[in-house]
């Protein structure tokens, strides 16, 4: 009997941050939609005096003015040239009657972490790479029917099977439409999780190399950077299937022993590297840049709120992810772009907020506020596994949290 042949499936979630919030906004479907504002391009709602039907107002890129940035789009917004990354005043002028809506990173998460557990109970294998994508591990996974229904025991068709499953369980669980790629390993895996999106499920062998992936631009694979890629088109290399007819000697001659053996392997579609399944972080972090550059004396009261949500924030991600920690830091950018950081050493590993937000603050007292601050940020680190030590973990702190900028 032959081995099982290594199958690798990559999940990416679709839009994923405007696809939540479509859920919450169904009106919205359909239409040109971005998100990456702030608090004041909340909806405003209102009851309609004739049918007593709620109406919402929402906000639009036009007359946008501000640093932000698009975090996604939908896909009628990327129709106009809109995309992550992209300013928000750029795409204002673009498309100004696109819709625009706040960031709610709370609600992401908690989708995030529902599509995962809908996966994890079809096929447990999992490297969790981010919010909205995982690999999955389907070497041998199968439906409670498979032992009757395979076709000569097919594993590919088993696989194709369990990501419709996989598919159709992370929308029951969430409502929302993910993209899955079969592949050996999980570089293809991910290329091909790419190429029929929203909603797509990509099987793509070996034999397909030479057709599906080769005729890509180089650009596609994950790992050639912006410097790389232009690196390769000057010197005549646009799409993959060049890049795996090039000379390896050629390419280490210019890419260095390592890289250049790399873009060799990549481009022929060969990956050995294993799916990593339990990922210990180093620490555990949220910040936040502002609409607008904040005064630590005038708006001392918004500075407080937003400092205390992130600690809490933190506090939440510890507990819910099972670890505690030592070293509490403060990352502070000033209006020139200017970034400070600075740390302080607990006696014992807390997940407790006001022992993170106490601590925090403390490290505030040591940099200069002078400047109007562009983003703050707070971070946790020299984390141990909450139940490794149970005397430590979560301390709550008897005396009562000050106001953040008190005394500053």
Known sequence: MLPEPRLIAHL??????????LLRYPELRGKPVV?????????????????????????????????????????????????????????????PDTILLPVDFDAYRRCSRQFKAAVAAIAPRIQDNGIDEIYIDLTGVALPGHADAAPEDDPWWRARDVARAIKDAVRAATGL??????????????????????DGLTMLHPA??????????????????????????????????????????????????????????????????????EMEPKSISRELTFDRDLSATRDRDEL??????????????????????????????????????????????????QTIRRAAGECLKRVPLER???????????LARADAVPSAAARIAAEPTPSLFDGI
């Open 12 to 21: 990416d979630m679709d839009a994923f941050y405007a696809s939540v919030e």
């Open 35 to 95: 998100i990456g504002g702030g608090r004041r391009h909340q909806p405003i709602v209102t009851n309609d005096p004739d049918t007593g039907r709620v109406v919402r107002e929402f906000a639009t890129l036009r007359g946008y003015v501000g640093r932000g940035v698009i975090t996604t789009a939908t896909y009628e917004a990327r129709a106009f040239g809109l995309h992550s990354a992209l300013g928000l005043m750029k795409a204002a002028q673009l498309a």
């Open 177 to 198: 439409s993910c993209s899955i790629g079969v592949a050996p390993n999980k570089l293809l895996a991910k290329m091909a999780s790419e190429l029929d999106k929203p």
């Open 208 to 277: 397909d190399i030479p057709t599906r992936i080769w005729p890509l631009p180089a650009r596609k694979i994950n790992g050639i950077g912006p410097k790389s890629g232009a690196k390769l088109e000057a010197l005549g290399i646009r799409t993959i299937g060049e890049l795996a007819h090039a000379d390896l000697q050629w390419l280490i001659d210019h890419f260095g022993q390592h890289y250049g053996g790399w873009l060799a392997d990549a481009a022929n579609g060969r990956d050995e590297r294993p799916l990593v399944t």
């Open 304 to 353: 407080s709120r937003i400092f205390t949500g992130l600690c809490a924030g933190v506090a939440d991600d510890l507990r819910r992810k099972g670890y505690v920690g030592r070293t509490i830091g403060l990352k502070l950018r000033y209006d020139n772009f200017k970034t400070v950081t600075r740390d302080s050493t607990l006696p014992a590993p807390t997940a407790d907020a």
């Open 372 to 382: 109007r601050i562009r983003l703050l940020g707070v971070r946790v680190g020299s």
